[in-house]
């Protein structure tokens, strides 16, 4: 008879149980009030991707949608790449919940926004497929677009919120986030009108240095603790590693200690 065994891998976060039961609560206070912003740093494979994924399967539990996305060192010349792909992970589900939700969704965006649709729909293509082709209104110069595109996505947001429950939206790797990106992500906690929202950023806080857009946005989020928490994610203990490869390898405990040297 052949006997096979498989690695044991759980769900369990080790050895950050305080960080993840405090993140718990503030997405708890989001779902019940004004918008809240969690910046995790840690080094790469600190673990801080695989710990909000973690805090995304909970709190998705309660919640109806979620969006994330990753940015790239080659996509900071793009503005708004990452916030964008985010809410379009939103708008993506929204679409595959059937035309008569949809049809519920069009009509709350159009009421919400107005003759400002169009502006969501040139960063978020896929929000088009919701509202339909909308015509497009010329500003008089940069600063009035600016200021009509930081109004009209607020409103989108809220928009988004009210009906969601909590919206819980994950940015990950901002340090390589554009400028615009990160002042938007700014505006959207700054709001006094935007409620049951979670904003959850990740990014390797060794690349910090010389990065200006970020060191001004990360400031900017430290003049804000009602509305801003800071989880720094490091290294783990070398009885945690333990218990967890023992845990995997599903041997008695104190047996592999040497395995984390």
């Not at 400002?116 to 339909?132: C, D, M, Q, R």
């Not at 340090?175 to 959207?188: E, F, I, K, N, P």
């Not at 599903?250 to 047996?255: D, E, F, N, T």
Request: aromatic letters at 8%.
């Amino acid at each position: 008879q052949t006997l096979t065994w498989a690695p044991l891998f759980t769900d369990r976060i080790y050895g950050r149980e305080n960080e993840f039961q405090k993140c718990h609560e503030i997405s708890e206070a989001a779902a019940h009030g004004m918008a809240r912003i969690i910046l995790t740093g840690g080094p790469p494979g600190s673990g801080k991707t695989s710990f909000i994924t973690r805090l995304m399967e909970v709190t998705g539990r309660r919640t109806g949608l979620q969006g994330s996305s990753k940015d790239n060192r080659h996509g900071s010349n793009i503005p708004y790449s990452g916030i964008a792909g985010a809410f379009g992970r939103v708008i993506r589900q929204i679409l595959t919940r059937g035309d008569r939700e949809i049809e519920m969704w069009r009509e709350k965006f159009t009421k919400a926004l107005g003759p400002n649709l169009p502006v969501i729909s040139e960063v978020i293509p896929e929000f088009e497929i919701i509202t339909g082709p909308q015509q497009e209104q010329s500003c008089a110069g940069d600063i009035e677009a600016r200021n009509r595109f930081i109004f009209s996505f607020r409103l989108f947001a809220q928009t988004l919120a009210l009906e969601s429950g909590l919206l819980v939206l994950f940015l990950d790797d901002i340090q390589w986030s554009d400028r615009a990106g990160l002042d938007l992500v700014t505006s959207l906690v700054a709001d006094p009108d935007l409620k049951h929202v979670l904003i959850i950023c990740a990014f390797r806080d060794n690349e910090i240095s010389g990065n200006d857009a970020l060191n001004l946005f990360l400031d900017e989020m430290k003049s804000r603790p009602d509305r801003a928490d800071f989880i720094k994610s490091g290294g783990l203990p070398q009885e945690t590693a333990a218990e967890m490869i023992e845990d995997i390898l599903q041997i008695r405990r104190g047996i592999c200690p040497e395995l984390c040297d």
